[in-house]
T-cell receptor, first 115, second 116 residues
Framework: DARVTQTPRHKVTEMGQEVTMRCQPILGHNTVFWYRQTMMQGLELLAYFRNRAPLDDSGMPKDRFSAEMPDATLATLKIQPSEPRDSAVYFC?????????????FGPGTRLTVL | AQSVTQLGSHVSVSEGALVLLRCNYSSSVPPYLFWYVQYPNQGLQLLLKYTSAATLVKGINGFEAEFKKSETSFHLTKPSAHMSDAAEYFCAVINAGGTSYGKLTFGQGTILTVHP
């Protein structure tokens, strides 16, 4: 049963520290998405990649967030420096985007708390 | 641009009652529509999807949704609610054209509460 995996599941850190979240997409999927979920804003798309190339990161605060996909089995989302307002659940999703575009499968999320 | 609107941020039903969660879409092209469910402290799980085949789509856990083009709706139903159905439900439309191909646009979510 193929699944998207995310690490860590929980992260508590202090303001100003660097945070790195990792995602392993489902093998064979060509598109990876990063979402953030908060009570106030709901689900927001931060960035996404197709065939490891960044397609859209307009949802990310550019000064502190960065997303990369160093290889087909790993996507990373980094926050440096972190701030309390970054506290949220961060989801990774992967999909096989062909014609028609197919389902996105979500990981369990990383719950980030910045003190 | 494509969008979905979920009517009602909270829905409460009794166990055994009909569940109806409403979703309306806006799209200039034939839409591909999804319903996801999120249980507490978990990720989103696909319930069902519409990809222009049958207009009545059956999903997991006894849920189904009907695509109605004339009403631009894709409402989610279940004949008899179970306590385990308590969760948040998201309707979404996927972008099938242009530079945002493959992007999902989510509704605001509907929290379903099931009373004994």
């Amino acid at each position: 049963d193929a699944r998207v995996t995310q690490t860590p599941r929980h992260k508590v850190t202090e303001m100003g520290q660097e945070v790195t979240m990792r995602c392993q997409p489902i093998l064979g999927h060509n598109t990876v998405f990063w979402y953030r979920q908060t009570m106030m804003q709901g689900l927001e798309l931060l960035a996404y990649f197709r065939n490891r190339a960044p397609l859209d990161d307009s949802g990310m605060p550019k000064d502190r967030f960065s997303a990369e996909m160093p290889d087909a089995t790993l996507a990373t989302l980094k926050i440096q420096p972190s701030e309390p307002r970054d506290s949220a659940v961060y989801f990774c999703a992967s999909g096989l985007v062909g014609s028609p575009p197919d389902t996105q499968y979500f990981g369990p999320g990383t719950r980030l708390t910045v003190l | 641009a494509q969008s979905v609107t979920q009517l009602g941020s909270h829905v409460s039903v009794s166990e055994g009652a009909l569940v109806l969660l409403r979703c309306n879409y806006s799209s200039s092209v034939p839409p591909y529509l999804f319903w996801y469910v999120q249980y507490p402290n978990q990720g989103l799980q696909l319930l069902l999807k519409y990809t222009s085949a049958a207009t009545l789509v059956k999903g997991i856990n006894g849920f189904e949704a009907e695509f109605k083009k004339s009403e631009t709706s894709f409402h989610l139903t279940k004949p008899s609610a179970h306590m385990s159905d308590a969760a948040e439900y998201f309707c979404a439309v996927i972008n099938a054209g242009g530079t945002s191909y493959g992007k999902l646009t989510f509704g605001q979510g509907t929290i379903l509460t099931v009373h004994p």
